[in-house]
C-alpha cells in the first residue's frame, strides 16, 4: 500500500493553518476605548445565548404598570435592578397558533423559537440559536453548548426536527467537557501542537469525503438527517484544527476549578447551586472562546421543580393550586415564578463578574430570556414573558416595551438582525414578520 | 465480493399465487408462513428502507461481541428519541448532533487506544511481522477488512479499504509509530456513518414485480439486531455472504442459532426496556424526606428486578407472556427488599423467591419499576398509572389534555375533606372536558393506589382506608390482583405485544394493509401459547420482515407525547 490520494495528504498536514483562529482577547491588543482591537480595529466578538425558565409567570408581579425607561420594577422582578440598563423587558407579545393545536409548554416555547407553532415536537426550522451559532460560531471550539439545571435532560436547541442538541446536566460533565481533555490554557506560555489531532483530522475529512457518495443511497427524508451528521463531523474537524493553533491569549483568565459532584435533583435549593455552578462555567468558556453560543434552561417547560418536603412539582401546582383568594393568585407557583427570576439575576451576575475590554463579558453577549407560555394554568401563549439583557451599545436597552398582541417571532428575528444576520423576514403564517423592534437596534 | 441475487422461495411466486404456494412450501420448510400452526402469512406489504441509529445498548453490544468483554467505552450517548411509543422508531427519525459524533468520536479514540494499546494487540492484530518502527500495509490491509466487515456490517469496498489504510500509514508519518497510525483506521471505521447508522439497501425484486426486497448483508443486520441487539456476526456474515439468507432453510437455521445464543436475552431485555420506557428513569425525581429509600442503586435494581422476570419467565421457562401480569416470581436485592418490606437476607447480589398470596405483589405492573416511574416525584399518580397500562401494555392511545382545560375545578390536593386520590379524581370525572380521557386512565390506575409513589403497599392514604376497585374495559375488580387477572385476559394484551414487537422490529410504524399480517402473528402467538421466542421467530421468518414496499410519501409521523410529565395529566 504506497498509493496515496494526495489530496486526503495534502489537506492532513495542511488544513490547520488554514483555518482561521480564534480572536483573542488580550486587553494590551485593545485600542484606547476598548472597544476594538487596536491592530485591526476588529471589535469583541458579541456572543449569543438563551436562558429558558418554565411555566411563564404571575402577570400582576412581573409585568411593570408602565412602558418606556422609567418603569416600576414589580416585585418579581425586583433582583434584576442593578441589571435596569442591560435589560429590554417584553410583555405582550403572543405566538400565534393559526389553528394549530396547542401542545402545553412545547407549542409556545418552539414557536417562539422557530417562529413556527407546531402541535407537537416536530420543529419545523432550526430554532434561532442554531441559525446565529452557524453564522457567529465558526471560529470557536464548540458550535454551542447547551445546559439545563433541574436534572433533566431536556434541549430546545434543534438543528432538524428529532434531535435536540442534548444539554449538559451535571457541572462536572459539563467541565469535563469544556476544560478536560483538549482544553489549551490561552495563557500557558509553552504550546506544541500535538500531531495527534493532525492525524485524527484528516481521518474524519476523509469521511467528509464519502458524503456525496452516501446522499445518493438515500431518501429524501434520512438525506437530512446524514446532512446533519456530515455537518457534525465538520464542526469536529474545525474543533480539531483549533487544536493544531496556539490559543489566544485571555488577560485575566483562570483556569475554574472541577465543580464537587452534586445530586441531580430538581429540588429548588438544589437547583440554584447548580445553575450557579453552571453559568461559572459557563462564562469561563466563553471567556476563553470555547463558544460563542449557549442554551440555558434553568428549567423545563413542564416545571419539575420541587420545594423539598413537598408533594407537587411547580408544574402540578400550576394546574391545581387555587388562587389564594386574598392574593388573587396561587401562591405557591409565586413562590417558584419568583425565584426563577432571582436565577436569571443569578445568571447576569455570573456574566458580569467577568472583566472584558472596558466593560463585562455580560456587555459582549446578548441573552434571550424567555418562557415557555404566560399563564401557565392555561397554558396561554399570548403575552409569554420575554427579555433581552446584555449587548453593550451594540443594542438598546433599559426600557420595558408592551407589544400589543404583535407576533413574539419579532423578537426573534431582531434578535438575529442584531446579532449581524443578513435576515429581513422570519416565521409562518400570521407569525412571519418583517417588522423589526428598532426599539432594540442601535 | 458482491452477493449473487438468489430469488428467494417466495418472492418467485406473485402474489395472488402466494397462499397456495405458501401451502406447498410449508412442507418441512420454516419459512414460509408457519409449519407448526398451520397458519399462512398473508401477502408481505413491507415498509420503506431506513436508515436506524446505533442505540446506545447496541453500540455497546458490537462493541462487545467484536472485541470482546472488557473494552470500556466512556462516550455520553444522546438519549433517544421515542416516537409512536417506542424508541426503536426513533431510530429510524432521529438525527445526529455535533454533540452526539463528539461523544462517538472521544469513544472511538478510547476504544482504539484499548484495542491497539500494548495489552491487548495481539489478541486482534494478526501479523508477526508487525512491528512499531515500520509501517506493515498488508497487515493494515488485513485489519482493516476484518473489522471493517464486521463493523460496517458487510464487506469494504477497495477505495474504502485504501482510504483507512491510508488513514494508518499518516499517522505513522506524523506519530512515528505502527500500533499508534494503526488506532487512526479504526476510529475512522468506528465513527464513519457506516458503523453508526444502519443505511440499508435494497435489490430490485426478482423478475422485476412484486415488494423489492432488502439486500443480502442488510437482511442480515435486520435479523441480527431484532434477534441479538447486536451487529451480525462472523458466522451471520458468511451466511449472508453465501446467500444462505435468501433460502427458507438457510434463514431458518440462522434464526434459530440466534434464538438459541446466549445474546438473544439481550434482544428480549432491549425490547422490554424500550416497551416499558426505563429510559425515562434518566429524569426520575422523587423527594427525599417523602421516600428516603428512593436513591440512584433503587432504581437500577428496580429495573433490573423486571428485566430478570421478563427474561425469566419468557425464555428460561418458555412461558406464557401473559403471565407477566400475575406473575408472583420475585427477584430481589437488598436495597429492593427495604422498598418492598420483604426481608433479603442476601447482602450482595440477587436472590430468587416469591412474593407471597396475600402481598398484593402480582405481574410486573406491581413493581417498583413500573409504580414509580408513573407517579410524581412526591405522590403516586393514578392518572399517569392508568394511562401507562392503556398505552404500553394495551396500546390504547389516551389524548393530551385539551389546553384550554379548565381546571378551576380541581380542588386543593392538600384539601382535608379530599384525603385519597379517589376522592379528588372523582372531580376530574364529573367535569365535562376532563371526564372523557380520565374515566379511561383513572379506573385500572385506582386499583395500584394500595401502592405509594415509590411503589410501597400502603392501605390508607391522609388516614382514610384507600379504595382499590376499579375496573378494566368492563372487567370490574376489587383489588390490584384483580386488575392483574383483567390484563392477563385481555384480549389486547398479545395483540398489543405483537404490535409493538413487530415495529420494534422493524423501526416504523405499522400501516393499513398490514393488519392482516398482524392479525396472522397474533394467532400465531396464540397457537404458541403465547410464547415471546416463537413470535420473534414467526416475524423473523415471515416474508414481511424483509419486504420492502416503494415509497409512498406518506412517512410523516407525529412525535407527540414523548414524556408522561407533558401536558396536564395528574
Keep these: 500500500m504506497n498509493t496515496f490520494p494526495r489530496r486526503t495528504f495534502l489537506r492532513g498536514a495542511l488544513r490547520g493553518a488554514a483555518v482561521g483562529v480564534a480572536l483573542p482577547l488580550l486587553n494590551c491588543f485593545l485600542d484606547s476605548n476598548g472597544k476594538a482591537y487596536a491592530a485591526t480595529g476588529q471589535r469583541i466578538p458579541l456572543r449569543f445565548g438563551t436562558w429558558v425558565w418554565g411555566c411563564g409567570f404571575i402577570p400582576e408581579k412581573w409585568i411593570p404598570a408602565t412602558t418606556g425607561r422609567d418603569y416600576v420594577m414589580p416585585e418579581h422582578l425586583a433582583p434584576l435592578e442593578p441589571y435596569r440598563d442591560q435589560l429590554a423587558l417584553f410583555s405582550g407579545f403572543d405566538v400565534k397558533l393559526d389553528g394549530v393545536a396547542n401542545k402545553p409548554h412545547i407549542t409556545g416555547c418552539l414557536g417562539l423559537r422557530s417562529g413556527i407553532p407546531v402541535p407537537d415536537e416536530n420543529v419545523k426550522a432550526p430554532t434561532l440559536d442554531v441559525l446565529i451559532g452557524d453564522a457567529i460560531g465558526n471560529g470557536s471550539r464548540f458550535r454551542s453548548i447547551e445546559v439545563s439545571t433541574s436534572g433533566i435532560q431536556r434541549s430546545y436547541s434543534y438543528r432538524t426536527a428529532g434531535s435536540p442538541n442534548p444539554s449538559e446536566i451535571s457541572p462536572l460533565a459539563l467541565y469535563q467537557r469544556i476544560f478536560g481533555e483538549g482544553f489549551q490554557d490561552p495563557n500557558s506560555i509553552a504550546f506544541k501542537p500535538d500531531p495527534k489531532y493532525m492525524v485524527h483530522q484528516s481521518v474524519l475529512s476523509a469521511i467528509g469525503d464519502d458524503r456525496q457518495r452516501l446522499m445518493r443511497t438515500v431518501g429524501a427524508e434520512d438525506r437530512h438527517r446524514l446532512d446533519e451528521y456530515f455537518t457534525s463531523i465538520r464542526q469536529l474537524e474545525q474543533q480539531l484544527a483549533l487544536q493544531l493553533q496556539p490559543p489566544a491569549p485571555v488577560e485575566g483568565f483562570v483556569m475554574p476549578a472541577a465543580p464537587a459532584d452534586v445530586a441531580l435533583d430538581s429540588e429548588m435549593d438544589n437547583v440554584l447551586v447548580i445553575h450557579r455552578l453552571m453559568a461559572g462555567l459557563l462564562a469561563k468558556a466563553l471567556q476563553c472562546n470555547q463558544t460563542r453560543v449557549f442554551n440555558v434552561l434553568f428549567s423545563d417547560t413542564t416545571s419539575n421543580l420541587r420545594r423539598r418536603g413537598t408533594i407537587d412539582t411547580h408544574h402540578t401546582l400550576t394546574h391545581e393550586e387555587p388562587e389564594d383568594p386574598t392574593l388573587g393568585y396561587q401562591r405557591e407557583v409565586a413562590w417558584f415564578a419568583q425565584q426563577s427570576m432571582q436565577a436569571w439575576r443569578e445568571f447576569l451576575d455570573e456574566l458580569a463578574s467577568i472583566p472584558e475590554g472596558d466593560g463585562t463579558l455580560l456587555d459582549n453577549c446578548m441573552v434571550l430570556a424567555h418562557s415557555d407560555c404566560s399563564i401557565a394554568k392555561a397554558h396561554a401563549v399570548e403575552g409569554i414573558p420575554t427579555m433581552v439583557a446584555g449587548g453593550g451599545n451594540r443594542i438598546r436597552t433599559g426600557y420595558h416595551l408592551a407589544g400589543s398582541a404583535d407576533p413574539i417571532s419579532r423578537i426573534g428575528l431582531t434578535v438575529q438582525q442584531a446579532m449581524g444576520l443578513q435576515v429581513e423576514r422570519w416565521g409562518s403564517l400570521s407569525m412571519e414578520t418583517n417588522k423589526s423592534i428598532t426599539e432594540l437596534l442601535v | ?570
Design chain 2, 1 to 570: 465480493m458482491r452477493f449473487k441475487s438468489i430469488a428467494s422461495g417466495f418472492t418467485r411466486f406473485g402474489w395472488g399465487l402466494l397462499p397456495a404456494s405458501c401451502l406447498l412450501l410449508s412442507v418441512g420448510l420454516g419459512g414460509c408462513g408457519d409449519n407448526q400452526s398451520g397458519l399462512s402469512e398473508p401477502a408481505p406489504v413491507g415498509g420503506p428502507a431506513l436508515m436506524r441509529r446505533l442505540t446506545e445498548s447496541q453500540y455497546r453490544a458490537t462493541i462487545n461481541d467484536v472485541f470482546g468483554p472488557g473494552i470500556s467505552i466512556p462516550a455520553r450517548f444522546e438519549r433517544g428519541l421515542r416516537v409512536e411509543g417506542l424508541l426503536a422508531i426513533g431510530t429510524s427519525e432521529s438525527g445526529m448532533s455535533a454533540f452526539s459524533v463528539e461523544q462517538y468520536d472521544a469513544a472511538a479514540l478510547s476504544i482504539a487506544d484499548t484495542v491497539l494499546g500494548a495489552e491487548h494487540r495481539d489478541r486482534f492484530l494478526n501479523c508477526a511481522t508487525a512491528s512499531e518502527g515500520a509501517f506493515d500495509a498488508q497487515c493494515t490491509t488485513q485489519f482493516v477488512q476484518q473489522y471493517g466487515m464486521q463493523l460496517w456490517r458487510r464487506p469494504l469496498t477497495d477505495p474504502e479499504v485504501s482510504s483507512l489504510v491510508n488513514a494508518a500509514h499518516q499517522g505513522f508519518i506524523q506519530l512515528g509509530d505502527y500500533y499508534e497510525g494503526l488506532k487512526y483506521a479504526l476510529v475512522g471505521l468506528l465513527v464513519a456513518p457506516d458503523f453508526l447508522l444502519r443505511i440499508e439497501r435494497t435489490q430490485a425484486p426478482p423478475e422485476g414485480s412484486g415488494p423489492g426486497q432488502l439486500d443480502a448483508f442488510s437482511r442480515a443486520a435486520r435479523l441480527s439486531f431484532f434477534l441479538t441487539n447486536a451487529s451480525p456476526d462472523k458466522e451471520l456474515l458468511r451466511a449472508a455472504a453465501a446467500g444462505e439468507l435468501d433460502t427458507p432453510e438457510g434463514l431458518a437455521s440462522q434464526v434459530d442459532r440466534l434464538i438459541a445464543s446466549s445474546r438473544f436475552t439481550r434482544a428480549v431485555r432491549a425490547f422490554f426496556e424500550d416497551m416499558l420506557q426505563f429510559d425515562l428513569f434518566a429524569d426520575l425525581a422523587k423527594d427525599p424526606v417523602i421516600y428516603p429509600a428512593f436513591n440512584s442503586t433503587l432504581a437500577a435494581d428496580a429495573q433490573e428486578q423486571t428485566l430478570r422476570t421478563i427474561t425469566d419467565l419468557l425464555i428460561e421457562q418458555n412461558g406464557d407472556y401473559r403471565d407477566l401480569f400475575t406473575t408472583r416470581n420475585a427477584h430481589l436485592t437488598r436495597a429492593l427488599g427495604i422498598a418492598y418490606r420483604v426481608p433479603v437476607p442476601t447482602r450482595k447480589g440477587w436472590e430468587v423467591s416469591e412474593f407471597s398470596a396475600d402481598s398484593n405483589r402480582a405481574g410486573i405492573q406491581t413493581h417498583i419499576a413500573f409504580l414509580a416511574l408513573h407517579s410524581h416525584p412526591g405522590r403516586s399518580s393514578p392518572s399517569l398509572r392508568g394511562k401507562a397500562i392503556r398505552e404500553v401494555f394495551l396500546c390504547q392511545e389516551v389524548p393530551p389534555p385539551p389546553p384550554e382545560v379548565n381546571f378551576s375545578v380541581v380542588q386543593d390536593p392538600s384539601d382535608a375533606n379530599l384525603p385519597t386520590a379517589r376522592d379528588r379524581l372523582e372531580l376530574h370525572r364529573t367535569e365535562p372536558s376532563c371526564a372523557g380521557c380520565h374515566r379511561i386512565m383513572d379506573p385500572p390506575g385506582l386499583a395500584l393506589e394500595n401502592f405509594d409513589g415509590l411503589g410501597t403497599f400502603r392501605t390508607v392514604e391522609n388516614g382514610a382506608a384507600i379504595d382499590a376497585s376499579g375496573s378494566l374495559d368492563g372487567i370490574d375488580f376489587t383489588n390490584t390482583n384483580g386488575l392483574a387477572q383483567a390484563l392477563h385476559d385481555h384480549r389486547e394484551t398479545p395483540r398489543c405485544l405483537v404490535e409493538k414487537m413487530y415495529r420494534f422490529a422493524v423501526g416504523r410504524d405499522t400501516v393499513w394493509d398490514e393488519r392482516p399480517y398482524m392479525d396472522y402473528l397474533t394467532e400465531t402467538f396464540a397457537v404458541h401459547s403465547y410464547s415471546v421466542p416463537q413470535l420473534m421467530r414467526a416475524i423473523a421468518l415471515s416474508k414481511n420482515f424483509f419486504a420492502i414496499a416503494p415509497p409512498t410519501g406518506e412517512t410523516s409521523h407525529n412525535l407527540a407525547g414523548l414524556s408522561p410529565a407533558n401536558g396536564a395529566t395528574r
